[in-house]
């Protein structure tokens, strides 16, 4: 198949890329700017998914359109929102398909996106999955729990703080749980649902096999460095609620209220996909030592 992918240039879609090249598939990667060195079978197109004109174009020819693209943190002055990029880019990237003949199209969401979430992350993600659900298309819906993997953001962010510092602070009791999935896991999810007609018009949660509260997984991440004791400090999070609006406007901050929301709210799911899509889903302490070490 020859697949139109808009959000590939991020760490999940190189995961993506290299399985679908994997399976046979040619790419046409939707780029900002062509750079050199990019995989055989991959065909740069320049254009800007919340600008429809820009792209719509290079989505003629195309058997399946893939739409990763998505924030976890709005930077407003410099044009990134949810609004603009959940919501704006997925109804063009709809947009797109629908003017080019393009029937099937699958999409990357979140775990804990739904109608009445209390984050901005999530209600944009929900709204944008309302927008592929409303399309007529042939779509699948995927909504991952935190990917990790050897350039994920999550894990090791966490594990630059255990490095550097003497401890790390904790918000709340850190007893909130966590299911991270591999981006490895991910990708082959998003490449089977193009073989398995079954998929069409179904939304699937994305889990790893483990359930983990936020203090062990600083502790395996210390173990996995080398640390006997990772010191944590926890954070209130009545005060967090009070000082984090004040902040979170600047770029150094290294949190916001949305991310609290989420993160305290817990991240798990008991979805059949391994079931689906046939294969067991990588435990997460082997993946992680391949990278941190």
């Known amino acids: 198949m020859k697949i139109f992918l808009a ?27 062509r750079r050199d060195g990019t995989e055989q079978g991959v065909e740069q197109v320049e254009g800007d998914v919340t600008r429809l004109d820009s792209f719509a174009p290079a989505v003629a020819g195309c058997d399946a359109t893939v739409n990763l693209v998505g924030i976890i943190r709005e930077f407003p002055g410099r044009g990134m929102t949810f609004e603009k990029l ?68 999550f894990i090791n962010k966490l594990a630059g703080y255990i490095r550097g510092y003497p401890a790390v602070p904790v918000i709340g009791d850190g007893k909130y749980r ?16 193009l073989e398995i007609p079954g998929t069409v018009g179904q939304t699937y949660e994305l889990c790893g096999p483990e359930r983990i509260a936020y203090n062990d997984l600083l502790d395996t991440i210390g173990r996995v460095l080398g640390k ?19 902040l979170q406007g600047f770029s150094f901050f290294p949190i916001t209220m949305d991310q609290i929301l989420m993160l305290v709210e817990e991240n798990i799911c008991a979805s059949p996909w391994p ?13 992680i030592r391949k990278y941190l070490r």
């Open 7 to 33: 959000g590939g240039t991020g760490f999940v879609g190189g995961h993506l890329r290299r399985e679908l090249l994997a399976r046979g598939h040619t790419l046409r990667l939707l780029v900002h700017r």
């Open 86 to 153: 959940h919501v704006e880019a997925t109804r063009n990237v709809v947009a797109a398909a629908k003017a080019a003949g393009v029937r099937r199209h699958l999409q990357m969401s979140a775990l804990g996106t739904r109608s009445n979430a209390t984050s901005r992350y999530h209600l944009t993600k929900w709204r944008a999955e309302e927008e592929v659900r409303g399309s007529g298309l042939d779509w699948t819906v995927f909504r991952p729990s935190i990917v990790f993997g050897p350039k994920d953001d």
């Open 178 to 193: 966590l299911q991270p999935v591999s981006a490895d896991d991910v990708a082959r999810c998003f490449a089977l649902a």
């Open 228 to 246: 006997k004791h990772v010191a944590k400090i926890p954070n209130p999070l009545g005060i967090m609620k009070l000082v984090v609006p004040l």
């Open 275 to 287: 079931a689906v899509f046939g294969f067991e889903p990588e435990r997460l302490e082997p993946v």
